[in-house]
């Protein structure tokens, strides 16, 4: 069966979304703080610019689908976790009024934990019943996985994951990479879902990765010297 590669980018302005367009893209992420510290550090931006922006690139660009990022959804480097789902509810209200139609919840320093992450994902479901959501794990405490699936059993069926879990935030020292492919995919096949990618050319795909990058790994992915699952 052949398949066809679902390109997008990640922008943080009109700018950006502009020269994804004339590349010839039709999808981006459009990538905004819960936390003003963080989106003034990442983008240089106030919340209320962010959201500016962001309706500036859906009024320039009708035929483009604009997939908000929410960064630091489950808590920041300066300001700590966050407990409060309703908080979520009501940053995204603004965004959902502007027209967003899929919110991606990203936990950017990988604090979250799946009790945070299965309320989260309640407050905002029960909000607003027809957003599309997808989700952005970090492992820097080894819970990418784990939170991965409690938002699978959670009914969201978008996950996000890099390829040897490379990844990682200049603004959030100590945060390792992302959620490995090669793990999600070894425990989904491994739990009987039909994820139509091969484990062994994923995991070769990474061992090819890793020599050619010097990165920030998550340091949880699956041994690539025998190809067996591990603690790395």
């Known amino acids: 069966m052949s398949r066809k590669a679902d390109l997008f980018a990640l922008v943080p302005n009109l700018r ?93 320093i990988g604090i979250a934990d799946p009790a945070q992450v299965k309320a989260v994902i309640a ?14 794990f970090h492992d820097t405490r080894g819970l990418g996985m784990v939170n991965t699936l409690t938002t699978m059993e959670a009914g969201v069926d978008e996950i996000q994951s890099t390829l040897g879990g490379l990844g990682g935030c200049p603004f959030a020292p100590g945060a390792s990479g992302n959620l490995a492919t090669e793990d999600a995919v070894w425990m989904l096949n491994e739990m009987g879902y039909d994820t139509g990618i091969s484990f062994p050319k994923i995991l070769a795909a990474a061992k090819h990765e890793k020599e050619l990058i010097e990165g920030n790994y998550s340091g949880h992915h699956i041994n690539i010297e025998n190809e067996t699952p591990c603690k790395a």
């Open 16 to 108: 950006g979304a502009a020269n994804a367009y004339e590349l010839g893209l039709r999808k981006v992420c459009y990538v905004v703080s819960l936390s003003v510290s963080h989106n003034k550090a990442n983008i240089n931006r106030t919340h209320e610019q962010s959201l500016d922006a962001y309706k500036e690139i859906r009024a320039t660009y009708p035929d483009m689908d604009v997939i908000v990022d929410l960064a630091t959804t489950f808590g920041c480097p300066f300001e700590g976790k966050y407990n409060d789902p309703a908080a979520v509810v009501a940053f995204l209200t603004d965004y959902v009024d502007a027209g967003m139609t899929e919110v991606c919840l990203c936990d950017t």
């Open 123 to 136: 407050a905002v479901k029960a909000a607003y019943p027809t957003l599309r959501l997808a989700v952005h």
